[in-house]
């Protein structure tokens, strides 16, 4: 019997060390620097986590010049055979996209360019049949219609929505949990973005579990939601617990270190 690739089957993964830069990483609120060391800690226990969920995975030399250049989801899009390299929206993070374009050329017999507006891969969410595009301070209009129109090209349906203002990205406010099911906060669902999926709510005060990551059979998760993985856990969604502590200090979750995908 086969069965078909799902949109969270993955046996590849593109990730960055941290530059000691990253100490100076954007943030919107100042909450204290991560340190070097925690940052290093927490992206090695990650890449662990995805070793042990099936998925071989690459590791890129760090950045000094891009403070932000460990968070390599933001720079592109990779798909089943092909990538795109796109126009970060923050100024200090732009030649993070053209860093990283020749390790997808290595790997990708496609890599297209994103040559108009500006999106963060922070706010793609890649679904079973829709791949949402959020518009926000990083992406704007222009950006969501130019991927669009590369999406198109890989036989893949764009869908330009909003991202609720003062949220950094779309997915810092949903994943998704399988094919069907979107963990969300209830200020995202509330605009009512995920019609036709399941939605699953975070408990309140536990908005920053959305940013969670399903990788092959299991879910990774901050660990600094236990309300959130218990609720998942009872659903029968296998939890992975992951410190997050340092990232979290520049705004960054689970999605935002790796670029995930299935090729050889
Ligand atoms: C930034 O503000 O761009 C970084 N400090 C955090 C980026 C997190 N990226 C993501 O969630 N996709």
């Known amino acids: 019997m086969t069965r078909t690739t799902r949109v969270f089957d993955f046996n590849r993964a593109l990730v960055r060390l941290p530059a000691r830069s990253v100490v100076n990483g954007l943030r919107a609120v100042e909450c204290g620097a991560p340190r070097f060391e925690g940052v290093l800690a927490e992206q090695a226990a990650y890449v662990a986590a995805l070793e042990a969920a099936g998925v071989g995975v690459d590791v890129l030399p760090a950045l000094e010049a891009f403070p932000d250049s460990v968070f390599v989801e933001d720079a592109a899009l990779v798909f089943e055979g092909a990538a795109i390299v796109l126009r970060p929206g923050a100024e200090s993070r732009r030649g993070e996209a053209e860093a990283i374009a020749p390790a997808l050329g290595e790997r990708f017999e496609h890599v297209v360019r994103l040559t108009q507006g500006n999106v963060d891969g922070g706010d793609v969410l890649a679904a079973a049949g829709k791949v949402f595009i959020g518009q926000s301070a990083r992406t704007n209009a222009e950006g969501a219609r130019a991927l669009c129109g590369l999406l198109d090209q890989l036989g893949l349906h764009g869908a330009p929505v909003a991202t609720p203002e003062g949220v950094l990205h779309f997915k810092s406010d949903c994943s998704l949990l399988d094919e069907e099911t979107i963990l969300a906060t ?48 009872a659903l029968g969604y296998a939890i992975v617990p992951l410190a997050t502590h340092e990232i979290a200090k520049i705004d960054a979750g689970l999605s935002c270190m790796s670029l995930r995908w299935r090729g050889r």
């Open 186 to 233: 209830a200020r995202l669902a509330a605009s009512g973005v995920f019609e036709g999926f399941r939605v699953v709510l975070t408990p309140e005060g536990e908005e920053g579990a959305a940013n969670a990551l399903r990788v092959n059979e299991r879910v990774l998760m901050s660990d600094a939601f236990p309300r959130t993985a218990e609720m998942l856990n």
